[in-house]
């Protein structure tokens, strides 16, 4: 029995089974560089869904959780810590000041910060009944059952009704369907700048223009979820400098700790003293662990102009692509990048043959291949994979 056989028997005996894996386990990294159970090496073009922007065992974030494992771990909330604020401070120079965090454990927690904030705000200022949230067919937000709720994906939603009340969804990037379901119990619009697990779809700059607007006129919060897209990943810092559209609320997670679970919800000042202390908490929130590794992936990212870095390289990765026989579109931002495959391939055998061929991709739709490297990707890397999908395509 090879050591893979082994582990797939023991996840299979001991795992509840929520996820359809691939055949590989990873059990080291190294930069945009991965090794499975059977010491076969891989060219990550995946991030772990975004979250390595820095790459595997980066040597500074590496030192900084060393040195905190032996310095201090954990600590309640219901004391300060030394690190947690200094994050905060750092995520709201990136912001553009004038706002405050609170910090979580993943996406979906900051999702659901920025909900319970935005009806807390809405009620406070709009009366009882606006606690309403619109989203967007085609986001992701979250598999918690409010973060569900706000997921414009029914497929997901159908097996866990009843999901709580309050949320509906709208065609994305279709102003007049905003429009339409705009009313006074709307608390927020809660937004993807570039919608990831729905397929890599950028929103137009002018549709998030039109809803800045919109929330401005029916005073109603725009909450951008840049989970997947925040921190230098489409080539800003946040997705939604792009479209130069300023929003009350972000939520990121993924790429804050680069691979050390951490999610924020950052809001206007004013919109944040909607909560009173007692009205949210976790109990790892912002602990000095987490906290650490965020400090120093924040560092690096500022050092390295990762941003700057994602939009070079995310050029030279899309014009390489646009080349490859198969290939029949390339789109998204900077480093979050969808390539839609010439019918008849099928994205999830591609992605399986690429495996193979020691290039890890996902199928973000059935025609559709997600390239999300860590943002230090060298050139040779992009060119390396680009002739590993070329490959796996013929
Ligand atoms: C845009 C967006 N929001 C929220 C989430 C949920 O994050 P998590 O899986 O950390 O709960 C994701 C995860 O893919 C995401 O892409």
Redesign the pocket.
């Given at each position: 029995m090879s050591a893979f056989d082994e582990l797939q028997r023991l996840d299979a005996e001991n795992v509840m089974q929520t996820y359809g894996r691939l055949p590989v386990a990873f059990v080291r990294g190294e930069g945009t560089k991965l090794w499975d159970s059977e010491d076969n090496e891989y060219l990550d073009f995946l991030s772990g869904?975004?979250v390595t922007s820095l790459g595997h065992a980066h040597p500074d974030v590496a030192a900084a959780l060393a040195d905190q494992a032996r310095t201090l771990l954990h600590v309640s909330n219901l004391y300060y810590n030394d690190l947690q604020p200094r994050v905060a401070q750092r995520l709201n120079a990136l912001l553009g000041g004038g706002g405050r965090a609170f910090f979580c454990n993943?996406?979906?927690?900051?999702?659901e910060c920025a909900i319970k904030l935005a009806r807390r705000y809405g009620q406070r200022n709009g009366g009882p009944e606006r606690f309403h949230v619109i989203s967007a067919y085609g986001?992701?937000?979250?598999?918690?059952l409010t973060?569900l709720a706000a997921t414009g994906q029914p497929q997901k939603q159908e097996t866990f009704q009843p999901l709580p009340e309050g949320f509906r969804q709208v065609a994305f990037d279709d102003l007049d369907a905003l429009a339409g379901a705009m009313d006074d119990r709307v608390a927020a619009v809660l937004l993807?700048p570039v919608?990831?697990?729905g397929g890599v779809n950028p929103a137009s700059t002018e549709y998030l223009h039109g809803v800045r607007e919109l929330c401005d006129e029916r005073e109603a919060l725009l909450i951008m979820?840049?989970?997947?897209?925040g921190l230098g990943r489409t080539g800003k810092w946040f997705g939604f400098e792009h479209s130069g559209v300023r929003p009350d609320v972000v939520?990121l997670?993924?790429a804050l700790g680069n691979g050390v679970p951490i999610?924020a919800c950052w809001a206007r000042a004013d919109v944040a003293a909607a909560f009173q202390p007692g009205d949210h908490a976790t109990t790892f929130g912002g602990q000095p662990l987490a906290a650490r590794a965020a400090l120093a992936t924040l560092e690096v990212m500022e050092r390295e102009n990762i941003p700057a870095r994602a939009a070079r390289a995310g050029d030279r990765l899309t014009e390489a692509l646009a080349k490859v026989d198969g290939v029949a579109d390339v789109r998204g931002a900077g480093l979050l990048i969808a390539a839609e495959l010439a019918p008849p391939h099928d994205a999830k055998q591609v992605a399986q043959t690429c495996l193979e061929r020691g290039l890890v991709l996902n199928a973000v739709t059935p025609t559709a291949l997600r390239l999300a490297p860590p943002l230090l990707v060298t050139d040779a890397e992009i060119d390396d994979a680009v002739a590993r999908l070329a490959g796996a395509l013929q």
């Open positions: 869904l975004a993943s996406g979906a927690e900051a999702n986001s992701f937000h979250g598999r918690t973060t993807e919608q990831g697990e979820d840049e989970v997947q897209t939520t997670a993924k999610g």
